[in-house]
Each structure stands twice: as C-alpha cells, then as structure tokens.
C-alpha cells in the first residue's frame, strides 16, 4: 500500500505549486491586502510547515539508501524552520525580519542535499537529470528570497520566489520511475516502466 | 485632462490589472492541467483503469494541477479580489 516514490513526488510537487501560486497573488496584491484574512495570512507558511511535517514520514519510510533518508531529513527540517520562522513573524512573535533568511537557508540547503544524494550523471535517466537541475535551480534561486530578505517589497524578487516553487513542483511532476531522458537511459539504470 | 485625473485613471488601471491577475491564476492553472491532459493523455490512469492500483487512480498529476486551481479559484482568489476593492474603495 506505500506509495512509489514518484507519487510522493507528485502529491509535495501539488504542494509546492499551491504554495507558488499564493505567494504570487501576495505578490500581486501586497502584504497588506493578502493579510486582511488572518487564516490567509497563516496559509502557505502554514503549508509549507505542514509539507516540512509530512517530509518526516517520507524520510522514515524510503529508507532505499542512507545517504537518502539523510536528504528526507535535511528538507524536513528547512521546510518546518523557514514555514516556523514564516509564522512566528506573521503572529507577530518574531519581530526580526532577518528571521525570512531561514529561507534562502533552507533553499541552499535542500538545493545542496538533492544534488549531493544523486550519485550518478545528468543523462544517466530521467531522475538523475531532474535531481540535478532540481538542485541548482534551488541553489540558483536562493538569491530570490535572499534579495527579497533586504527588498521586501520588490516584485521582482518576490516574484522569483514564488516562480521558484510553481517550476520546482513543475519538475517534481515530470518525475517518472525509470524513464529515459532526451532518448538516454543507461544500461544500469534498469527497465523502463513507463 | 488635469495630471491628478490622468494619475487617477493609471491607479485604476493597475488595481484593475492586479485584480485581473488574481483572477486569472485559478483558471490559467485549469487550463494547464486540461492540456496536460491532452498532451500526455496516458498520465490520466482514469482513461485506463482495468488492473491499475490505487495510487495510479489516485494520484494523476494533471488532475492535481486542475485541482489545485480549482481551490485557489474558489476557496482564495475570491476574498483576495473582494479585499483588494474593499483597499481600492478606501
């Protein structure tokens, strides 16, 4: 009854793509607008809280590899900081704004443990070549928030954020067990299913 | 013209295009699943279901982007678009 690892994917890249799309209508709107609702004002960093929570049962149950369970846990743990940091300072108990740094944080760190736990080459498949880019997308993209920390109003920047997380759940989608990548798929990388 | 009406009339325009935009996402997000849909027709396990598990009915990542729009239609754009007038009015 455990899902495959790919529907995993899909179901945090559905996630992550909610989490986009509000955070650009915030964007959009301005922090004053998007905050007049106060469960709004909770919704995607409690979301993104919530992914970092259900990250834990991923890390507990996909135990393929040690080097694995280790990346599972170092995304829990950022999703939860960055969404808990996010919420303290929506509540009003956080008051530093040097508190939103947990997310370039938790962009480097997750951009680092993807990369560091695919131990094969881009064309080796299809998830070889999505763990990298997924990887240097984050790492690359943590210059949104990062900017975003010293511009909170800037479109631009918070614009990129948001895109970051609408193409990160883009890629998740495109997630496909063993699948060949441009027409390569490497002798050793097993049977492809779909 | 006076500058202040042709200044009035910009400010309108841009809550009306950021109103426009909140609007849109939702069904921009439909739409791409609907695409999706058609593009890669075998990820909907729905058209194919004989011998198919329950994670393959389940989880069908066009319908999940359709889904999400469909919440972010219904459930936020709607008292996001009301907020922004309620600001406009002010």
Known sequence: MEPAAEFVHWMFATGFVLLGVCLLAQAVVGDEVWRRRPWRAYLWPGLIFLMGLLMWPVMVFYTNSTVHMLAHGSWAQVMMLAGGAELGLVRGKLHNRYWRLAWPLAFLVSGSAILIHEQNGWLFARAAFLHHLIGWTMVVCAIFPLAAVFRPRSTVFRTGFALTFVVLGVLLYCDRDVAPIFGHLSSQAGTPHR | ?90
Do not use: K
């Open chain 2, 1 to 90: 013209m006076s500058t202040q009406l042709v200044s009035e009339h910009a400010a309108v325009r841009r809550r009306t295009a950021r109103a426009l935009t909140i609007a849109a996402l939702g069904p921009a997000m439909m739409l791409a699943g609907v695409v999706w849909a058609f593009v890669q027709p075998y990820r909907i396990t729905l058209l194919h279901p004989h011998g198919q598990g329950f994670w393959w009915l389940v989880i069908e990542p066009p319908l999940l982007v359709i889904a999400a729009g469909v919440v972010f239609a219904f459930l936020v754009a709607p008292g996001v678009i009301e907020d922004l007038e309620e600001e406009n009015e002010r």
